[in-house]
Structure formats: C-alpha cells, structure tokens
C-alpha cells in the first residue's frame, strides 16, 4: 500500500504538458488550512493565499476548526472528504497548525499517502527547526514520504528542517517568502518625519512579543536623559500587561504612548509616524513577520532579534538585536541618533531594501505557483508584477 513510485508526479506533469487542463477547465484545488477567525498571521496569509489560488482554480476549502471541539472534528472529516472525493488531477495545498494542531493534522497526510497524491504543505511557524526534531513533525515527514512537497519561509529554515527531518535532503523543500504576497504598494513618495524622534511596536501584545522588555529598554534610555517617543500599538489580551502598560503610559506620558488595536487609514497613520519599529519577540514560533514588511514598505527601519528568517530580513546585522538589556539599551541610543540624522536619506535606503526583498520573494511565488499549476498571466496577476 506504501510503496513510492519513482516519480509521483509523473501523471500531473504529462497532464500541464499536454494542457489537459488549461482553459477548457479550471482544476480543483483542495485547501487545507484555516482561514480567519481566529485572527493571527498565518491565518491572515491563508486567506490571501485563497484568494490567489482563486484566480485560477476551483477552491474547496476544508477548514482546520477555530475552538477545540472544532479542530477535532475536522481532523476527521478533512481525511475522509479526501479519501473519497479526491480526484487523480485535484490540486492540494495544506497550511500546517502549529504545535498540538500538527498531530490533529496527521490523519489527513495518512490519507494523501494512501491515495499516492501529492500535495504541498507551508510551514509558517519556525518551531520545529528551533526546538526540533519534534516527533509530530518527524511523523508527518515520513507519512508523507514521496508525496510530499514541504513550503518554507526562508532558505535558513529549508535548511533547519532538512537536516533535522530529512537527513539533510531539501529536494523536496520548496521556499517562498512570505514578502511575495505583501509587496510594497507603489507610493509615491514615503512621508518625511517631522519632529520628536519615535519609536513604533505593532503586535498582539504579549510577552513572548517582547513587550515588558521594550518597555524596560525605552524606560532606561529615557532615564538616562534621552528624548523620543515609543508608540506602542495592538491588543493586550492579558490584564497584568495591560496594566504595566498603562502604568508606563501614566509615568512618562509625553514620551509612551498606547494606541491599541490598528487598522485601515490608523495603521497606516502609524506606520507613517514613525522612524524605526523595534521587535523584540521572544516568540519560538516567530519566522517571517509580516509586520516587518509593513514596515519596511513604509520606508521604516526595524531593529529586532535574530529570530526564525528575520536576520536575512533585516537590512544589515547592524540592526540585529541581541537581547542583552545592557547592550539593547545602547543599541537603542545609537539607533535614536542615527535615524534622527539620517532623516532625509534613511527611508529611501529602507524602500530600496524592501524592494530588493520583494523581487527576490516574486521569484520564488512565481516557481511556486507554476508547479501549483498557475500560467504566467495568472502569476503576474497573483504577485502583481510581471513574472
């Protein structure tokens, strides 16, 4: 029942060749993976994902559940809609839970591999390379065996996973940066900064965001006389850090400010404000922040933590935290200086960054998509460049 053939997508490929497929019928595609609600990136990236696969395929959705008795029962369902709806010429495309979520997701890989389809799986969280091997992981590499085409974020963890997962093969590993769907928006010019110096954080606030540190960090540089403002911005689910928050807000009100949840026009108002956006995440499953291409897109610098793909993200190490109290603090002075000189010059560096960021992940999206059975009109329209 598991033997491997020597090609597995051997029928698909003679099918793209001979154009079996092309504009007589759209393919279907089957979507594993959850869309918003609950809000969180990866969730927002699925949704965008969708909408690019609908370009130019059927979608049939199989969600992954938002609560738990939710996630349960589409770990059953999932693999028996595949198990008996699943054609030879379909297209699958998962999105991986993270943590407890990638066992619920094991019994779907076993049906795949039952079936001999292949299917591709993107991986939005870094855990598994920096705390792996994990066995749910090392489950799912060996169900999946040939059939199996993983999608990372970042070269950095292509390499992780294979090494620890796949005795070092990544033949099998594709990568597309996750800046190949959030480009820059064509602007015309990025708004000069006027005035105080600021200093932005976006998050959902947490600790493992660095939020405590953050505020450590500003409250010490400003105790040594420096002068600036941080914006905070985002929800506080927790009570306790909300309270810290606003209890640095009440002691230095001219200087820390909250704005909470952000979006639309506010967001952008944000963005537009601001001279660097620190990002202190402590988070073991961060790997390619989409805020910080947010950033980079309004022409704003990021000073954060070496952290899943975000040391190839950054402009240079110079911007790389170290997560020292002591040395980020000075860090943090030299940073206040320099993009308060460099106020002219600095956000023409940082779009020409994030454009460099944005062609390179382009030509990762566009190979992706053309294995995912996209035509180069319907790539260009989904990266909205020519590929």
Known sequence: MFAEPSDPCSRWKVKRMTGDHSQKKRRRLWFVSQTPPPVNGQNVFNKRMAESFATYADVHVLPLGGSAPAKLWRALVNPLQLMFRLRHDDLVYGSLPGQLGAWLFLPTVLVLRIRRHVFYLHHHSFRAVAVGPLLAMTLIERLGGAWLRHIMLC?????????????TRSDHIRVMPNAALYSAEERDEVSARRGQVCFGHMSVMTEDKGVPYLIELWSELLARGSTGKLILAGPIPDPGLRNQVEAAVAAHSNQIEWRGPLSGAPKQQFFDEIDLFVLPTKLIDEADPLVLLEAYASGVAVLAPDRGCIRGRLISEDWLMSMDPALDTSLLGEKLVQVMA????????????SARLNDEAHAAGAALFVELGARSEQIAKILGKAS
């Not at 070269?155 to 005795?167: H, K, P, T, V």
């Not at 460099?342 to 960054?353: F, Q, S």
Request: hydrophobic content about 30%; cysteine-free; glycine content about 4%.
């Open 155 to 167: 070269e950095r963890m292509r390499d992780g996973f294979a090494a620890l997962y796949s005795q």
């Open 342 to 353: 460099e106020r002219e010059t600095l956000p023409t560096k940082v779009r020409a960054h």
